[in-house]
Every structure is written in structure tokens, then in C-alpha cells.
């Protein structure tokens, strides 16, 4: 099968039960109810090479939120995108420069609620390797690639916990090189990993 094949293949498959989805059973926090979401959307890209990676970003530390933080190119949803796919796209193009010509969507993957009250759906697409992004410098300070059999690998996903406010709030975080990957985009990194590892 191709890539895209095994990827639609992997996104077409159920969530397993304990999938951290919506209402799922690790977070980044207590999670806001449902009528007071905000719809949210990032691009999971692929790139297409015989050992895919999954280009990933550091925000810069003058943020206001997730200052320094790894995350997919994404973010919230405007009044004048007619999808998450559209979201996805148009934050990535903003974000790392990725023109969305570039981008084979493949489809959208398990919605993830935050702490912070949003609901973000990432959407899943292949891109060419060894493209060169252009990071916007307001709001990426790096863009960078990660194996995705490195990804996926359940062994590279450690389970911690921390105290805040009053609460132990637990969370999975991945170590890569000098980067922390952890919070939302750890966690739809392992509802991702829990549907792909059948089909890659």
C-alpha cells in the first residue's frame, strides 16, 4: 500500500476505547464543557519519504500562550473557514510558509479538548519531503521533523504527572533530542500512534 493508503487506512479504523478523545481519560488539565468550546484545528504532515516524519514547530517564547511550546502548525478556527481542513491549512500556510497546493489531505483525525477550552481536530495530510518552510517569526521560532516510527513507538510515550493548582493533573510527554513534547499535541501524538501502528 502507499502512504496515503496506510494512512487513510489507520484513520478509517475505531478509536480504540481508552483513546484520549474529548471525554478521554488523560488531558492537559480539567477540561472546559462542551457548550463552551472553541474549534480549533491542526495539520498532522506527513512527509512522504520511505521513512515518513512528522514536521512539528517550537513556538517562540515572546507568545502569549504556549510560549516555547512544540505544536503542529494549527490554531482556531475563523468565521471564514468552512472546515477544520480549511483551518489546517490556512494556519500552516501562516505559520511555516506551507502553500496548501502542497498538502494531499487525507482526512481529519480524533478531536481533542484542552484546558483551555478548545476543541481541536487535527486533520492529517501528506507532504513533499525536504520542503523548506518559512517560519513566521512572530509565532514559530523553529520547524522541525520527527520520525514517525519514532512517534508512534508506545515505549517513547512516558506517562507524568504533575501538582497544579491544588490538582494532580497527568499528561504523556516524548522526549526528542532537546525537545519536550507533551500537553494536547502529546496527547493527539498517541491517539494518532494508537491508529497508525496497525497500518505503518
Request: zero cysteines; proline letters at 6%.
Amino acid at each position: 500500500m502507499t502512504l496515503a493508503e496506510r494512512l487513510a487506512a489507520a484513520l478509517a479504523h475505531p478509536p480504540e476505547p481508552h483513546a484520549i478523545l474529548l471525554t478521554g481519560d488523560l488531558h492537559d488539565g480539567d477540561l472546559a464543557q462542551d457548550e463552551t468550546l472553541l474549534e480549533a484545528a491542526v495539520l498532522v504532515a506527513v512527509t512522504d519519504r520511505p521513512e515518513p516524519g512528522i514536521i512539528l514547530t517550537r513556538r517562540t517564547d515572546s507568545l502569549r500562550n504556549h510560549a516555547g511550546q512544540i505544536a503542529f502548525p494549527g490554531g482556531r478556527m475563523d468565521a471564514g473557514d468552512r472546515d477544520a481542513v480549511a483551518t489546517a491549512l490556512r494556519e500552516a500556510h501562516e505559520e511555516i510558509g506551507l502553500s496548501p497546493a502542497d498538502v494531499q489531505v487525507i482526512g481529519p483525525a480524533d478531536r481533542y479538548r484542552t484546558v483551555t477550552g478548545f476543541a481541536v481536530t487535527p486533520v492529517v495530510g501528506i507532504v513533499p519531503a525536504d520542503l523548506v518552510f518559512v517560519a513566521s517569526p512572530d509565532e514559530v521560532a523553529e520547524v522541525f521533523e520527527v520520525p514517525l516510527a519514532f512517534l508512534i513507538d508506545e515505549a517513547k510515550h512516558v506517562e507524568a504527572s504533575v501538582e497544579w493548582q491544588g490538582q494532580e493533573r497527568h499528561y504523556v510527554e516524548i522526549s526528542w533530542g532537546d525537545h519536550r513534547i507533551w500537553g494536547a499535541t502529546a496527547a493527539m501524538i498517541v491517539n494518532l500512534a494508537r491508529r497508525m501502528r496497525w497500518a505503518l
